[in-house]
């Protein structure tokens, strides 16, 4: 990912947030011809609070789906997470000329990736996943010993890995490029338009109050 310089965060803090609060990616590989892309879950192991080089993440995905078999090896391979986005219209500046956009924010990932190919460790991760998301909830599910048992059922049909992060770009592109305005005017209109996103405003607010 090239990153532009106006559209850091100025707090690398932002972009292992984003990760943490986003916890589904693009996972790419691409070892014996053209990149293969799978969407999955990926969620962080461990990490800094400032960034996630040294870090570990740990993901599962479908057995059925052949591009696990890349991972043999520990190859090198890329996550993408993606924030909030939205379309900014032309028309919000009030100002003429003006130009519409689209603001949004990514976090790249690269790292090497094992397979985790015991089933207790499996488990784990699904439990992980499960137990990461459910926490954002405001009354988190709890699985009962029958569920449990249903997850274990299921393992022989999921491939679970572990990303060891060696490298992280990443892009805010929030309106920077706009006086305090401006920046003004898009966030409203994320919060109150036509086309409410309100996580998008209020990762305007929190990146560049």
Avoid: C
Avoid at 58 to 82: C, K, T, Y
Avoid at 101 to 125: C, K, M, R, S
Avoid at 159 to 186: C, I, N
């Amino acid at each position: 990912m090239f990153e532009f310089p106006r559209f850091g965060t100025g707090d690398p803090r932002h972009a292992v947030a984003l990760v943490r609060e986003n916890p589904f990616a693009l996972v790419v590989s691409a070892v014996h011809g053209p990149p293969v892309a799978t969407h999955a879950p990926v969620l962080v192991e461990s990490a800094a609070d400032d960034t996630l080089v040294g870090g570990t993440l740990l993901g599962h995905m479908a057995r059925v789906n052949p591009q696990w078999r890349d991972f043999v090896g520990s190859p090198e391979i890329l996550l993408i997470f993606s924030g909030p986005h939205g379309y900014v219209s032309a028309s919000v500046y009030q100002a003429d000329p003006a130009v519409p956009t689209w603001n949004y924010a990514a976090v790249h990932v690269t790292g090497t990736v094992e397979l985790i190919t015991d089933p207790d460790g499996t488990l784990d991760v699904v439990e992980q996943t499960v137990a990461t998301v459910e926490s954002t909830r405001p009354q988190p599910w709890q699985p009962s010993a029958r569920s449990r048992e249903r997850f274990v059922s299921l393992l022989s049909g999921v491939t679970a890995f572990r990303v060891r992060v060696t490298r992280q770009h990443s892009l805010f592109k929030l309106s920077q490029d706009g006086d305090g305005d401006r920046r003004r005017r898009v966030r409203e209109e994320f919060r109150t338009g036509p086309h409410p996103n309100a996580a998008l405003a209020e990762l305007m607010e929190r990146v560049d109050p």
